[in-house]
């Protein structure tokens, strides 16, 4: 990965692509939602199908020259058919966030309503933040997780959906460690006659994977980005039965995108090809087993987990029992200071603000891509609780930091 025919335009933009590599090889990525993708990956991604217009659909384009660009998209939306089971998959969304902006698109008239989980108890901007689009164009109730347990609040879920009446419920979340039960969800929503969105973002790669139960079949829309557990480059999906095909074709494109981005259905193809290998497997399993190691060894060392572990692949630590004077914010400048990068991250109840919230989210899908196992991970775990109990103490800082260089070097990344 020299970037040679960048560095001879572009020294500055060449510095700063070795300087994210390096970046990458010497910390540990422990931020949820991101991880390394293959060196094919990669490849796909930077080829020449970033020059490629394919306005349209395999078979049906706006442009002509679109021979390879039609066979690398049919062969992403047939493997991802094969890896999900699916009827329909829309591989041309730019993120998870545009997937889903396709199903309200495609189903919803303004001020539809829609019930979500609220941000700070796990769920995502574009499920109805009033920031975001949705919750401007649509009217947003938000449910929430028991704050006693951390689990979802099913019941409630159920008594807030008969008294709103929403059009669609949306359920999957970016801050929730424990199996969501799909049928629970359908069944809250037949009983309101709404539609049922599963928003898998986080657990795409676990659900393709079969380590965590699909709501492929069981709700009428799954939506997915590409880049997280699931390790096919940066992107969105859509799923759907046939019913729904046509309106989710037309959400998309004309409805909300214009070209598609071709080298990055590109990285998706090759992506959803690795994640059929029988090794895809293993490695979902091990993301799953390394975050409860992690979860375990930050519980042993007296951090509270919400929902007292996880079922998936991130641990989400309320920080306000055990360290109620360290915030999320600053245990992550202290733990990125030492080398490992996660984020601070609200939580059910949250007390502070989301700017400066009371938790940490870790996950562990990028180590357990670099060969890290359960021993691995619970050292790493052992580190982030030394320096939650002594965010400003420097030689802290500085051992952490030495022993995370010795695992950087013992789990090369991009060898
Ligand atoms: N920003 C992502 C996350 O960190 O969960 C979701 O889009």
């Known amino acids: 990965m020299e970037h040679e025919h960048v560095r001879a335009v572009d020294p500055a933009v060449a510095d700063a692509l070795e300087g994210e590599l390096e970046r990458q090889r010497n910390t540990l990525s422990m931020i949820a939602s991101e991880n390394h993708v293959s060196r094919a990956v990669l490849d796909a991604q930077s080829s020449v199908m970033t020059n490629k217009y394919a306005e349209g659909y395999p078979g049906a384009r706006y442009y002509g020259g679109c021979e390879y660009a039609d066979e690398v998209e049919q062969l992403a939306i047939d493997r991802a058919e094969e890896l999900f089971g699916a009827e329909h998959v829309n591989v041309q969304p730019h993120s998870g966030t545009q997937a889903n902006q396709a199903v309200y698109f495609a189903t919803l008239e303004p001020g539809d309503k829609i019930l979500s989980l609220d941000l700070s108890h796990g769920g995502h901007l574009s ?23 951390g689990y ?28 969501v039960e799909w049928e629970r969800i359908q069944t809250v929503a037949d009983d309101v006659d709404a539609l049922h969105l599963a928003d898998i973002a986080h657990i795409t790669g676990l659900v393709a994977a079969g380590v965590h139960p699909s ?5 009428d829309f799954v939506t997915g980005s590409t880049h997280k557990t699931i390790r096919a480059g940066r992107g969105g999906i859509v799923m759907c039965d046939e019913e729904y095909a046509d309106d989710v074709d037309a959400a998309v494109f004309p409805g909300g995108q214009g070209g598609p981005l071709m080298h990055n259905v590109a990285g998706k193809a090759v992506g959803f090809k690795e994640a059929l290998e029988p090794e895809f497997e293993a490695y979902a399993e091990q993301t799953v087993a390394n975050a409860k190691v992690l979860g375990e060894t930050l519980a042993d060392h007296g951090l509270s987990l919400v929902s007292g572990g996880t079922d998936n692949h991130l641990v989400l630590v309320d920080l306000r029992p055990s360290h109620p004077d360290t915030s999320g914010g600053d245990a992550e400048v202290a733990l990125e200071e030492a080398g490992i990068v996660l984020n601070g991250n609200t939580v059910p109840g949250e007390t502070r603000s989301p700017f400066d919230p009371s938790g940490i989210r870790a996950g562990t899908p990028a180590l357990t891509v670099r060969g890290f196992d359960e021993e691995a991970i619970r050292t790493v775990g052992t580190c982030i609780a030394r320096v939650i109990d002594a965010p400003d103490d420097d030689d802290v800082i500085a051992d952490v930091r030495e022993t995370v260089d010795d695992l950087c070097s013992a789990f090369p990344l991009y060898d």
């Open 127 to 149: 499920h109805g933040h009033p920031a975001n689009f949705v919750g401007q164009f649509y009217e947003v109730e938000q449910y929430e997780v028991d704050e006693e347990t």
């Open 152 to 179: 979802l609040d099913y019941e409630g879920l159920a008594d807030l959906a008969e008294e709103f009446e929403p059009d669609i419920i949306v359920s999957g979340y970016s801050a929730y460690p424990r199996e």
């Open 215 to 219: 709501p492929v079949g069981i709700a």
